[in-house]
């Protein structure tokens, strides 16, 4: 099930997953640094904050943002993506996966409301690592097809500096990871335009990237039993990428 994008929801989901994080911190015998609670506190001020200044338009609501707090909704994104990932990172520390894993998630919902009010994503990591989580954990069509949407948003809002191939030999680089990730959450929603848009956004982009992903795909379609026209977007795209190469 995606996560609404709904500041409230984020707040509820921290409350709970935060009690139990603070308490396996109590129990545990060795010092782990940052207390949960240091971070759990610094998640709620941020996220009153962020509910306090919502007004009628999401323009008055970055605006308000601006006034109440003095920094740029781009950097109220990162302190709280910051956050997030800090408490992830402990509930891991304390083993706690699953407390972990839905931290970890609420990264996406965060995000996604942040770039509605103008944020822009400087840090990707812990945005794309929540999208590859909630990704694995879907099977209906529909979802995946929101979580396109959800993804599209996070593609669209990084900050440009972040897309460019610094180290093109790096395979875990954000934007390499994003781009085929939302390529293949676009296969599994199983929706034409949807492939087609993220399969040329992919081809644009990661160029070099873009033979193997779609013959890798190409096998996909037999192996998982993909319905004709879902196999016919992908023929297209193996045609136009690996004309002349034979698929094993």
């Known amino acids: 099930m995606l996560p ?3 500041m409230s929801y984020v707040a509820d989901q921290l409350l709970e ?4 994080i603070q308490r396996a911190f109590e129990e545990c015998a060795d010092p782990i640094e940052p207390a949960p609670q240091v971070l759990l506190t610094g998640l709620d001020r941020l996220l009153d904050t962020l509910r306090a200044a919502e007004m009628d338009t999401l323009e008055e609501s970055a605006e308000a943002l601006r006034r109440m707090t003095g920094s740029e909704p781009a950097m109220l994104l990162t ?3 910051d956050l997030l990932a800090q408490l992830a990172s402990l509930a891991g520390r304390l083993n706690l996966p699953r407390h972990a894993r839905g931290v970890e998630e609420l990264a996406l919902p ?9 944020g822009e994503l400087l840090h990707p990591e812990p945005v794309v690592n929540a999208a590859a989580v909630l990704a694995n954990g879907l099977t209906d069509p529909d979802e995946l097809a929101q979580l396109f949407g959800l993804m599209k948003e996070v593609v669209e809002g ?8 610094s180290d093109s030999r790096n395979p875990g680089r954000p934007w390499r990871v994003l781009l085929l990730n939302w390529g293949i959450v676009a296969t599994r929603s199983r929706q034409p335009a949807l492939m087609a848009e993220a399969f040329d956004a992919l081809g644009e982009q990661l160029p070099e990237e873009a033979p ?3 013959r890798e795909g190409m096998g996909q379609m037999e192996a998982l039993g993909y319905p004709a026209h879902v196999r016919a977007v992908m023929q297209q795209y193996f045609d136009r ?5 034979r698929l094993h």
């Open 4 to 6: 609404p994008i709904d």
């Open 17 to 20: 997953l935060g009690e139990e």
């Open 79 to 81: 302190h709280g993506l």
């Open 110 to 118: 965060f995000c996604c409301w942040m770039l509605r009010r103008g």
């Open 158 to 165: 990084m900050d440009p500096e972040q897309t460019l191939e």
């Open 212 to 214: 193997a992903f779609f």
């Open 241 to 245: 990428w690996c004309s002349g190469q």
